[in-house]
T-cell receptor
Framework: DAGVIQSPRHEVTEMGQEVTLRCKPISGHNSLFWYRQTMMRGLELLIYFNNNVPIDDSGMPEDRFSAKMPNASFSTLKIQPSEPRDSAVYFC????????????FGSGTRLTVV | GQQVMQIPQYQHVQEGEDFTTYCNSSTTLSNIQWYKQRPGGHPVFLIQLVKSGEVKKQKRLTFQFGEAKKNSSLHITATQTTDVGTYFCAGSSGGGADGLTFGKGTHLIIQP
């Protein structure tokens, strides 16, 4: 299994531009999570899906952030418009519902907004 | 909302010394998980604890879950350079995959 696949690995964009981060979970995992990691705030849960349905998006910082999961093998996190304070590493993780086997994280997308 | 606090933030040890990190939750947890993140890497799942007072071992690593299910610890015996990284605890108050709240982690630095 290739694990959780995220793209791109690095993204540098100008303030005001739209950014789309992509994630392919592990086949058979039916829960998917988006986390953001910064030095100041650590790992923050942004949103999670069970069986492609968004369950809790209370961690999404602002309306500029949106996430979709159109099918079991693909999810996107979009920031529009981006701001410098959005600079962070964004991780996608997946698990079997029940989470008893832990989360498998992707390698992350390092986003820099200048 | 739920808060998970971890101490210490940084820990410097000499290779061969022991290391412990502590985790405390503001609410009772249904389970707690531990992860390790190497510098520049992503969090990797180590273990899950579910039962009150549970103790689990993985080679030199010992994990404990408190009786009240609000605190946990990770102890590493005789650290090695391969143990370098950040150790996170992450808790959930609900059952299942309802989104883990992560502590800020303990950065383990090992001096050879």
């Amino acid at each position: 299994d290739a694990g959780v696949i995220q793209s791109p690995r690095h993204e540098v964009t100008e303030m005001g531009q739209e950014v789309t981060l992509r994630c392919k979970p592990i086949s058979g995992h039916n829960s998917l999570f988006w986390y953001r990691q910064t030095m100041m705030r650590g790992l923050e849960l942004l949103i999670y899906f069970n069986n492609n349905v968004p369950i809790d998006d209370s961690g999404m910082p602002e309306d500029r952030f949106s996430a979709k999961m159109p099918n079991a093998s693909f999810s996107t996190l979009k920031i529009q418009p981006s701001e410098p304070r959005d600079s962070a590493v964004y991780f996608c993780a997946s698990s079997l519902q029940g989470g008893n086997y832990g989360y498998t994280f992707g390698s992350g997308t390092r986003l820099t907004v200048v | 909302g739920q808060q998970v606090m971890q101490i210490p933030q940084y820990q410097h040890v000499q290779e061969g010394e022991d290391f412990t990190t502590y985790c405390n939750s503001s609410t009772t947890l249904s389970n707690i998980q531990w992860y390790k993140q190497r510098p520049g890497g992503h969090p990797v799942f180590l273990i899950q604890l579910v039962k009150s007072g549970e103790v689990k071992k993985q080679k030199r690593l010992t994990f404990q879950f408190g009786e009240a299910k609000k605190n946990s610890s990770l102890h590493i015996t005789a650290t090695q350079t391969t143990d370098v990284g950040t150790y996170f605890c992450a808790g959930s108050s609900g059952g299942g995959a309802d989104g883990l709240t992560f502590g800020k982690g303990t950065h383990l630095i090992i001096q050879p």
